[in-house]
Protein backbone atom coordinates (compact mmCIF):
# COMPACT_ATOMS: atom_id res chain seq x y z
CA UNK A 1 0.00 0.00 0.00
CA UNK A 2 2.96 2.58 0.61
CA UNK A 3 4.13 1.85 -3.21
CA UNK A 4 2.40 3.83 -5.47
CA UNK A 5 1.26 6.65 -2.50
CA UNK A 6 5.21 7.02 -1.34
CA UNK A 7 6.31 6.73 -4.93
CA UNK A 8 3.49 9.60 -6.57
CA UNK A 9 5.45 12.83 -4.60
CA UNK A 10 8.51 11.59 -6.59
CA UNK A 11 7.34 12.00 -9.51
CA UNK A 12 7.57 15.30 -10.34
CA UNK A 13 10.82 15.80 -9.46
CA UNK A 14 12.29 12.58 -11.29
CA UNK A 15 10.54 13.59 -14.47
CA UNK A 16 12.01 17.00 -13.86
CA UNK A 17 15.80 15.49 -13.72
CA UNK A 18 15.12 13.50 -16.26
CA UNK A 19 13.97 16.16 -19.44
CA UNK A 20 16.70 18.72 -18.38
CA UNK A 21 19.28 15.87 -18.79
CA UNK A 22 18.01 14.83 -21.80
CA UNK A 23 18.14 18.69 -22.75
CA UNK A 24 21.52 19.33 -21.70
CA UNK A 25 22.51 16.34 -24.04
CA UNK A 26 20.64 17.54 -26.82
CA UNK A 27 21.53 21.22 -26.63
CA UNK A 28 24.67 21.80 -24.82
CA UNK A 29 26.73 18.41 -25.68
CA UNK A 30 25.51 16.93 -28.90
CA UNK A 31 24.57 20.81 -30.13
CA UNK A 32 27.96 21.45 -29.63
CA UNK A 33 29.54 18.45 -31.20
CA UNK A 34 26.88 18.86 -34.12
CA UNK A 35 28.60 22.25 -34.65
CA UNK A 36 32.11 20.94 -35.03
CA UNK A 37 31.09 18.44 -37.53
CA UNK A 38 29.26 20.73 -39.47
CA UNK A 39 31.66 23.39 -39.87
CA UNK A 40 35.26 21.92 -38.32
CA UNK A 41 35.99 19.76 -41.18
CA UNK A 42 38.31 21.52 -44.12
CA UNK A 43 35.58 21.33 -46.73
CA UNK A 44 38.07 21.38 -49.62
CA UNK A 45 38.02 18.88 -53.11
CA UNK A 46 41.65 20.14 -52.71
CA UNK A 47 42.21 19.02 -49.23
CA UNK A 48 45.32 16.11 -48.83
CA UNK A 49 45.43 14.00 -46.49
CA UNK A 50 48.95 14.25 -46.45
CA UNK A 51 48.97 17.99 -46.03
CA UNK A 52 50.40 18.91 -42.97
CA UNK A 53 52.33 22.09 -42.61
CA UNK A 54 49.05 24.14 -42.16
CA UNK A 55 48.17 23.65 -38.48
CA UNK A 56 44.90 25.00 -38.68
CA UNK A 57 43.93 22.10 -41.15
CA UNK A 58 45.24 19.76 -38.73
CA UNK A 59 43.73 21.53 -35.85
CA UNK A 60 40.40 21.39 -37.19
CA UNK A 61 40.88 17.71 -38.69
CA UNK A 62 41.88 16.64 -34.70
CA UNK A 63 38.68 18.43 -33.85
CA UNK A 64 36.25 16.85 -36.09
CA UNK A 65 37.98 13.29 -35.49
CA UNK A 66 37.35 13.55 -31.46
CA UNK A 67 33.91 15.34 -32.16
CA UNK A 68 32.92 12.57 -34.66
CA UNK A 69 34.07 9.82 -32.40
CA UNK A 70 32.79 11.30 -29.50
CA UNK A 71 29.14 11.33 -30.85
CA UNK A 72 29.23 7.41 -31.44
CA UNK A 73 30.78 7.08 -27.44
CA UNK A 74 27.81 9.27 -26.64
CA UNK A 75 25.13 7.38 -28.88
CA UNK A 76 25.97 4.44 -27.09
CA UNK A 77 26.20 5.59 -23.72
CA UNK A 78 23.03 7.11 -23.91
CA UNK A 79 20.90 4.21 -25.27
CA UNK A 80 22.95 1.83 -22.35
CA UNK A 81 21.23 4.93 -19.64
CA UNK A 82 17.83 4.63 -21.14
CA UNK A 83 17.86 1.12 -20.81
CA UNK A 84 19.01 0.94 -17.75
CA UNK A 85 16.40 3.58 -16.37
CA UNK A 86 13.41 1.77 -17.83
CA UNK A 87 14.83 -1.34 -15.96
CA UNK A 88 15.38 0.63 -12.63
CA UNK A 89 12.09 2.28 -12.64
CA UNK A 90 9.87 -0.65 -13.41
CA UNK A 91 11.32 -2.11 -10.47
CA UNK A 92 10.74 0.64 -8.55
CA UNK A 93 7.52 1.71 -9.61
CA UNK A 94 5.96 -1.34 -10.48
CA UNK A 95 2.65 -1.01 -13.21
CA UNK A 96 0.60 2.23 -12.71
CA UNK A 97 0.51 5.71 -13.85
CA UNK A 98 3.88 6.72 -12.50
CA UNK A 99 5.62 3.84 -14.34
CA UNK A 100 4.04 5.48 -17.51
CA UNK A 101 4.15 9.07 -16.96
CA UNK A 102 8.44 8.60 -15.74
CA UNK A 103 8.60 5.95 -18.98
CA UNK A 104 7.12 8.50 -20.98
CA UNK A 105 9.73 11.19 -20.19
CA UNK A 106 12.82 8.66 -20.31
CA UNK A 107 11.86 7.92 -23.92
CA UNK A 108 13.49 11.05 -24.67
CA UNK A 109 17.09 9.31 -24.49
CA UNK A 110 15.96 7.92 -27.30
CA UNK A 111 15.28 11.10 -29.23
CA UNK A 112 18.98 12.37 -28.19
CA UNK A 113 20.55 8.67 -29.40
CA UNK A 114 19.30 9.45 -32.76
CA UNK A 115 20.34 13.23 -32.68
CA UNK A 116 23.90 11.59 -31.81
CA UNK A 117 23.10 9.22 -34.68
CA UNK A 118 22.09 12.33 -37.14
CA UNK A 119 25.32 13.94 -36.32
CA UNK A 120 27.80 10.64 -37.09
CA UNK A 121 26.40 10.30 -40.69
CA UNK A 122 26.68 14.04 -41.41
CA UNK A 123 29.97 13.56 -40.39
CA UNK A 124 30.38 10.51 -42.17
CA UNK A 125 29.37 12.25 -45.74
CA UNK A 126 31.81 15.08 -44.90
CA UNK A 127 34.57 12.56 -44.82
CA UNK A 128 33.50 11.21 -48.22
CA UNK A 129 32.45 14.55 -50.20
CA UNK A 130 35.43 16.57 -49.02
CA UNK A 131 38.63 14.38 -48.65
CA UNK A 132 37.27 10.85 -51.01
CA UNK A 133 35.53 11.22 -53.57
CA UNK A 134 37.12 14.07 -55.18
CA UNK A 135 40.56 12.65 -55.10
CA UNK A 136 38.60 8.89 -56.14
CA UNK A 137 36.92 9.86 -59.17
CA UNK A 138 39.37 10.62 -61.54
CA UNK A 139 41.11 7.80 -60.51
CA UNK A 140 37.97 5.79 -61.57
CA UNK A 141 37.06 7.85 -64.72
CA UNK A 142 40.25 6.43 -66.26
CA UNK A 143 38.45 3.35 -67.39
CA UNK A 144 36.92 5.60 -69.70
CA UNK A 145 40.24 6.94 -71.42
CA UNK A 146 41.10 2.48 -72.23
CA UNK A 147 40.09 0.14 -75.01
CA UNK A 148 38.56 -2.57 -74.24
CA UNK A 149 38.15 -4.01 -77.58
CA UNK A 150 41.31 -5.68 -76.78
CA UNK A 151 43.62 -8.28 -78.32
CA UNK A 152 44.49 -11.58 -76.84
CA UNK A 153 48.40 -10.23 -76.42
CA UNK A 154 46.65 -7.23 -74.86
CA UNK A 155 44.27 -9.30 -72.67
CA UNK A 156 47.58 -11.36 -71.21
CA UNK A 157 49.66 -8.05 -70.64
CA UNK A 158 46.66 -6.55 -67.80
CA UNK A 159 46.35 -10.29 -66.71
CA UNK A 160 50.18 -9.53 -65.77
CA UNK A 161 50.17 -5.87 -64.71
CA UNK A 162 46.55 -3.76 -65.11
CA UNK A 163 47.61 0.05 -63.96
CA UNK A 164 44.23 1.01 -63.91
CA UNK A 165 43.39 -1.35 -61.46
CA UNK A 166 46.21 -0.65 -59.71
CA UNK A 167 46.07 2.93 -59.28
CA UNK A 168 42.39 2.06 -58.07
CA UNK A 169 43.78 -0.47 -55.52
CA UNK A 170 46.10 2.62 -54.72
CA UNK A 171 43.98 5.14 -54.01
CA UNK A 172 41.55 3.46 -51.57
CA UNK A 173 44.07 2.19 -49.39
CA UNK A 174 45.78 5.48 -49.55
CA UNK A 175 42.41 7.66 -48.66
CA UNK A 176 41.01 4.71 -46.33
CA UNK A 177 43.99 4.25 -43.97
CA UNK A 178 45.07 6.94 -42.88
CA UNK A 179 40.86 7.16 -41.76
CA UNK A 180 41.13 3.92 -39.80
CA UNK A 181 43.71 5.28 -37.87
CA UNK A 182 41.52 7.70 -36.30
CA UNK A 183 37.88 7.02 -36.87
CA UNK A 184 35.68 4.71 -34.29
CA UNK A 185 35.71 1.23 -36.43
CA UNK A 186 31.94 1.43 -36.52
CA UNK A 187 32.13 5.08 -38.21
CA UNK A 188 35.38 3.75 -40.77
CA UNK A 189 33.00 1.00 -41.74
CA UNK A 190 30.44 3.45 -42.44
CA UNK A 191 32.54 6.13 -44.43
CA UNK A 192 34.22 2.67 -46.64
CA UNK A 193 30.75 1.53 -47.59
CA UNK A 194 29.40 4.96 -48.80
CA UNK A 195 32.55 4.75 -50.40
CA UNK A 196 32.33 1.30 -52.07
CA UNK A 197 28.81 2.32 -52.92
CA UNK A 198 29.92 5.46 -55.35
CA UNK A 199 32.84 3.30 -56.55
CA UNK A 200 30.49 0.61 -57.65
CA UNK A 201 27.66 3.60 -59.10
CA UNK A 202 30.17 5.38 -60.70
CA UNK A 203 32.35 2.89 -62.05
CA UNK A 204 28.79 1.35 -63.63
CA UNK A 205 27.95 4.77 -65.17
CA UNK A 206 31.17 4.52 -67.24
CA UNK A 207 31.40 0.77 -68.29
CA UNK A 208 27.87 1.54 -69.49
CA UNK A 209 29.48 4.19 -71.75
CA UNK A 210 32.13 1.80 -73.39
CA UNK A 211 32.27 -0.85 -75.95
CA UNK A 212 33.88 -4.60 -75.57
CA UNK A 213 34.94 -7.47 -77.50
CA UNK A 214 34.58 -10.78 -75.52
CA UNK A 215 38.28 -10.29 -74.23
CA UNK A 216 37.65 -6.64 -72.95
CA UNK A 217 34.82 -7.99 -70.80
CA UNK A 218 36.36 -11.06 -69.46
CA UNK A 219 38.61 -8.12 -68.50
CA UNK A 220 36.35 -6.11 -67.05
CA UNK A 221 35.21 -9.68 -65.44
CA UNK A 222 38.65 -10.10 -63.57
CA UNK A 223 38.76 -6.40 -62.21
CA UNK A 224 35.40 -6.83 -60.51
CA UNK A 225 36.47 -9.67 -59.05
CA UNK A 226 40.05 -8.80 -57.66
CA UNK A 227 37.89 -5.51 -56.83
CA UNK A 228 35.72 -7.04 -54.38
CA UNK A 229 38.48 -9.21 -52.86
CA UNK A 230 40.59 -6.06 -52.06
CA UNK A 231 37.71 -4.21 -50.67
CA UNK A 232 37.08 -7.57 -48.52
CA UNK A 233 40.16 -6.98 -46.51
CA UNK A 234 39.27 -3.54 -45.66
CA UNK A 235 35.78 -3.74 -44.32
CA UNK A 236 34.35 -6.39 -42.13
CA UNK A 237 31.00 -7.06 -43.88
CA UNK A 238 30.67 -8.18 -47.23
CA UNK A 239 31.37 -6.42 -50.27
CA UNK A 240 29.79 -8.45 -53.19
CA UNK A 241 25.79 -7.21 -52.52
CA UNK A 242 27.79 -3.61 -53.66
CA UNK A 243 29.39 -5.30 -56.80
CA UNK A 244 26.20 -7.11 -57.40
CA UNK A 245 25.21 -5.17 -60.15
CA UNK A 246 28.41 -4.96 -61.58
CA UNK A 247 29.35 -8.39 -61.43
CA UNK A 248 26.10 -9.18 -63.74
CA UNK A 249 27.07 -6.61 -66.23
CA UNK A 250 30.30 -8.79 -66.53
CA UNK A 251 29.08 -11.78 -66.91
CA UNK A 252 27.08 -10.46 -69.82
CA UNK A 253 29.84 -8.49 -71.27
CA UNK A 254 31.84 -11.95 -70.75
CA UNK A 255 30.00 -14.33 -72.30
CA UNK A 256 30.76 -15.85 -75.70
CA UNK A 257 27.37 -16.32 -76.87
CA UNK A 258 23.94 -14.40 -76.69
CA UNK A 259 22.42 -17.89 -75.99
CA UNK A 260 24.55 -17.82 -72.52
CA UNK A 261 22.97 -14.25 -71.89
CA UNK A 262 19.65 -15.54 -72.30
CA UNK A 263 20.27 -19.14 -69.85
CA UNK A 264 21.53 -16.52 -67.20
CA UNK A 265 18.44 -14.04 -67.19
CA UNK A 266 16.04 -17.60 -67.81
CA UNK A 267 18.07 -19.14 -64.73
CA UNK A 268 17.96 -15.97 -62.16
CA UNK A 269 21.29 -15.07 -62.27
CA UNK A 270 20.74 -11.14 -63.53
CA UNK A 271 18.21 -11.23 -60.99
CA UNK A 272 19.72 -7.00 -60.45
CA UNK A 273 19.35 -6.05 -64.46
CA UNK A 274 16.04 -5.37 -65.94
CA UNK A 275 15.51 -6.16 -69.31
CA UNK A 276 16.33 -2.99 -70.58
CA UNK A 277 19.16 -2.79 -68.90
CA UNK A 278 20.14 -6.17 -70.24
CA UNK A 279 19.80 -5.07 -73.92
CA UNK A 280 21.39 -2.04 -72.88
CA UNK A 281 24.52 -4.14 -71.99
CA UNK A 282 24.41 -6.46 -74.41
CA UNK A 283 24.86 -3.75 -77.37
CA UNK A 284 28.09 -2.61 -75.96
CA UNK A 285 29.34 -5.58 -77.71
CA UNK A 286 30.55 -5.12 -80.95
CA UNK A 287 30.49 -8.53 -81.62
CA UNK A 288 26.96 -9.25 -81.16
CA UNK A 289 24.47 -7.83 -83.73
CA UNK A 290 21.55 -5.63 -82.59
CA UNK A 291 18.32 -7.56 -84.29
CA UNK A 292 20.13 -10.47 -82.64
CA UNK A 293 20.09 -9.10 -79.38
CA UNK A 294 16.33 -7.85 -79.63
CA UNK A 295 15.11 -11.61 -80.84
CA UNK A 296 16.99 -13.34 -78.41
CA UNK A 297 15.44 -11.41 -75.26
Known amino acids: SSGINAEWPLRPGICAMINNS ?8 CGQLGGIVSSGYPNTSSYSWQQGPDDQVQLQKEKFFTALNNCYGLADNVNKLRKGFELKCD ?28 VIKRGEHNICKAAIFPKLH ?38 SSPLEKVLNQSIYDDVLAFTITELSQYLEKLVLNCS ?30 KFMRLTQLAMLLSTEKLTEAKDYHDNGMLA ?16 FRKD ?4 ML
Open 91 to 118: KLFGKGPTLEKVISCIHGFGDVHNDFKD
Open 22 to 29: ISSLSVDV
Open 272 to 287: RLGSVELKQCLRLRVD
Open 212 to 241: YNQLGGLMFDKQVRSLVTFLSTKIQWSVRD
Open 292 to 295: DIEK
Open 138 to 175: PVIAEYASSSHVITEDQFYMLEVEDPWLQDVVKAIDDL
